[in-house]
């Protein structure tokens, strides 16, 4: 085995165990320090397919970034774990069924069988598709940059994808605001710029009496 | 790496005058005070309307595509876009008096309503697979939250939150298959990768792995059974005025993604998804219409009839042949109008405090309001399909591409369901004409909405005296 594959296999399995430990915590606030785990083994491999600007802005963001944001909602809201664990036992053995099922079938269909490697030159072109097993991609020269060629990409051939996407980000901002944003009436909150623009008529009423005699 | 061509923009057109309308409304609806949220109404409507004059001006006579060639733009696009235009328009009308009604009168919905009707015109004109999914999760995703509008509602949160997880996992699935045909042809353009299914030398069993995804994630967002689940409890957790979008435009959209999904892209499958597709029908017609009659509550019901009209729609996809597909382009259009009437009816029936969700509060209906009566046994006749109405012909034109086919116990299974069908459409007709009022059944709603109900039931009944023009658009589509 290589170096190479060594790291593989090292960062693969602590990934997975990762994962399932995500799952199966009690704690939420182990979970989700678990799915941090999770992201930098991802990273890692990332970083060995030479998707290095991927690598880093999944550390970067996903870690840095939402998984805070995550650990602050679990720990500002109290949340109960045991009621949301009722019913799991009942559905354990379905799910484990289903899970198998598709875990065989992944194998055999995913696995080397069809998506394997051989030791030929990639051919790109009319007959990319003609192939059955996939050569081993060229290791990219030294010069080559991953983020330039992402960016690239970006504004090039993927504009469009890249627009929608823009616009989705855009529909879940207006969608989190409309959802979670509430006015509240019962503060007692002061706003300085209504207090200094009273008038004397809305606070001060003259009323008209009579002389006692 | 291709030269964009700045050229091909004009054919996006409507796309971009729809993206930047809806963000100015979003402004202008910032500055404006709640007396004055109608401005947002007629602002959305005007925008609607020059969106279907910009769209009539495209070519529609040829095949163009932009960016790429990760948009398309063919006669199918064009017709379907026009289609969801119009529905959506009909739907903001209904919408707003029970907005006003229920105190949800917002700018949001109109604006959520643009951006999920901008997802749908993604959707119909892609070419792409990644396209495809950008669209589909662009409408999904302000659906879901159009569903969620009414927070405070218990039971609209749940049917958001459902809607939401079950949407979710329909666009895993989809996913999944979609990164298989990836690892099988090297690209995501739907020709590409159309191509390298036919001459791949992988195993077939591969390629079924993949299909059989996004048969699942398909069929998820139809509401297909055995994948209905949601759709029940989403038309009626929604608010109407939600439900009545939600239920419409977005299933043109949804047998556009079909279209390019199982024949765009795996066209070469067919013989594989025809029996997925068979199974999926019969399911869907067999307890679509069964239990509809169970239903004591209208919008329920009508989820039901849509999981039933589901299995027509699928039917007309599987025959494979040119005429299958326009007959189910056509039944999906048609079913869009019809069921925006239903809701329209449901809408102008409630009031303040009152939802008119229930069958026995449409008793007596004739006596009160017969002219919208009559627009409700319009649509009820339609839907269950009775001549000389729209509903007739659509469901004609699909027993007649499946009998072409030689699918003879197919046709006579959904005749069959139809008959069963037709037993809870005409149970409304009966409550409305025979039996007699129990309370005063009260119209409040303004002229505009049962102006726009008029023409709603109007257009079933011209469509079904003069089912050509309609029909001619969706043969053209795949001549």
Known sequence: MSFVQVIFYLFAVMMLVAALRVITVRNPVHAALFLVLTFICTSVLWLMLEAEFLAIVLVLVYVGAVMVLFLFVVMLLNINIESLREGFVQYVPVGILIALALFVQMIIIVGPNHFGLQDSVLTIGPNYFAQKNFAYPAPAAAEYSNTEMLGRAIFTDYLYPFEIAAVILLVAIIAAISLALRKRTDTKRQNPAQQIQVRKQDRLRIVKMEAEE | ?479
Not at chain 2, 137 to 166: G, H, I, P, W
Not at chain 2, 295 to 310: C, E
Request: with cysteine.
């Open chain 2, 1 to 479: 790496m291709n030269g964009f061509d700045s050229n091909e923009l004009i054919l996006l057109i409507p796309e971009i005058f729809v993206l930047a309308t809806a963000c100015l409304i979003l402004v202008i609806d910032l500055f404006l005070s709640e007396q004055h949220r109608n401005v947002t109404f007629y602002l959305t409507q005007l925008s609607l309307f020059f969106t279907f004059l910009l769209t009539l001006e495209l070519p529609s006579d040829t095949v163009l595509y932009a960016f790429n060639s990760s948009f398309i733009l063919d006669t199918m696009a064009i017709v379907l876009k026009c289609a969801v235009y119009v529905v959506t328009a009909g739907a903001f009308c209904y919408a707003r008096p029970y907005l006003k009604q229920i105190d949800l009168h917002k700018g949001e919905f109109y604006v959520l309503g643009l951006f999920a009707m901008l997802g749908m015109m993604v959707l119909i004109s892609a070419n792409h697979l990644l396209v495809l999914y950008l669209g589909l999760e662009l409408m999904s995703l302000s659906l879901y939250t159009l569903v969620a509008l009414n927070r405070d509602s218990a039971q609209s949160t749940e049917a958001a939150m459902k809607y939401f997880v079950l949407g979710a996992i329909a666009s895993g699935m989809l996913l999944y298959g979609i990164s298989i045909l990836y690892g099988i042809s090297g690209s995501l353009d739907i020709p590409l990768v159309a191509d390298s299914v036919t001459h791949s030398l992988f195993d077939r069993i591969v390629l079924l792995f993949a299909l059989s995804f996004i048969v699942v994630g398909v069929a998820f967002k139809l509401g297909a059974v055995p994948f209905h689940m949601w759709v029940p409890d989403v038309y009626q957790g929604a608010p109407t005025a939600v439900t009545v979008f939600v239920g419409s435009a977005p299933k043109i959209a949804a047998f556009a993604m079909a279209m390019r999904l199982l024949v765009g892209t795996l066209g070469d499958l067919h013989a594989e998804w025809q029996g997925m597709l068979i199974v999926l029908a019969v399911l869907s017609l067999g307890l679509g219409n069964v239990v509809a009659i169970a239903q004591s509550n209208i919008k329920r019901m009508l989820a039901y009839s849509t999981i039933g009209h589901i299995g027509f729609i699928l039917m007309g996809v599987l025959s494979g042949t040119a005429a299958g597909f326009s007959a189910a382009m056509f039944y999906s259009i048609v079913y869009a109008l019809m069921t925006l009437g239903a809701f329209g009816v449901v809408i102008l029936m409630s009031r303040a405090g009152f939802e008119a969700e229930n069958l026995d509060d449409y008793k007596g209906l004739n006596e009160k309001h017969p002219w919208f009566a009559f627009m409700m046994l319009v649509f009820m006749f339609s839907l269950a399909g009775v001549p000389p109405l729209v509903g007739f012909h659509a469901k004609l034109a699909v027993l007649r591409a499946v009998l072409e086919v030689d699918l003879v116990w197919l046709a006579i299974v959904a005749v069959l369901f139809s008959v069963v069908g037709a037993f809870y459409y005409l149970r409304i007709i009966k409550l409305m004409y025979f039996d007699s009022a129990e309370s005063e059944l009260l119209i409040d709603k303004p002229l505009d909405m049962k102006v726009a109900l008029s023409l709603n039931g109007l257009l079933v009944l011209g469509l079904g005296i003069m089912p050509g023009v309609l029909m001619g658009w969706c043969f053209s589509a795949f001549a």
